[in-house]
């Protein structure tokens, strides 16, 4: 059975960065995308990020662009997401997800695409 795991989630204070690392383990699954999404105490889950496997077009949600960056390892089918200049509001439950499917722009946005996701790990930012 096909698993993803987060992990690299921590403490941090504003200012500070995290690199947060998605593995996939179990059988091998045809990736589209990866995606980071998160969710915050009483809100929807969202997206942060997504990485088109082969080619690596990258997307990003307004609010962390130009301080995250999504990246991979086909070698390791492991997924990269470093996060810089953390703020207190991007304090979350950060998920990691794929896709097998095709999307592209604003498509790579949508929960529902997404076929595998992690189970998450919990990014604090202190102000």
């Known amino acids: 059975q096909a698993q993803l795991v987060e992990s690299g989630g921590g403490l941090v204070q504003a200012g500070g960065s995290l690199r947060l690392s998605c593995a996939a383990s179990?059988?091998?699954?045809?990736?589209?995308?990866m995606g980071w999404f998160r969710q915050a105490p009483g809100k929807e889950r969202e997206f942060v990020a997504a990485?088109?496997?082969?080619?690596?077009?990258?997307y990003y949600t307004d609010s962390v662009k130009d301080r995250f960056t999504i990246s991979r390892d086909n070698a390791n089918y492991t997924g990269y997401l470093q996060m810089t200049n953390l703020k207190p509001e991007d304090t979350a439950v950060y998920y990691c997800?794929?896709?097998?499917?095709?999307?592209?722009?604003?498509?790579?946005?949508?929960?529902?695409?997404?076929?595998?996701w992690g189970q998450g790990t919990q990014v604090t930012v202190s102000s």
């Open positions: 179990g059988r091998t699954f045809v990736t589209y995308a």
């Open positions: 990485i088109k496997w082969r080619d690596r077009t990258t």
């Open positions: 997800a794929v896709r097998s499917t095709y999307c592209s722009g604003s498509g790579c946005y949508d929960l529902p695409g997404y076929n595998y």
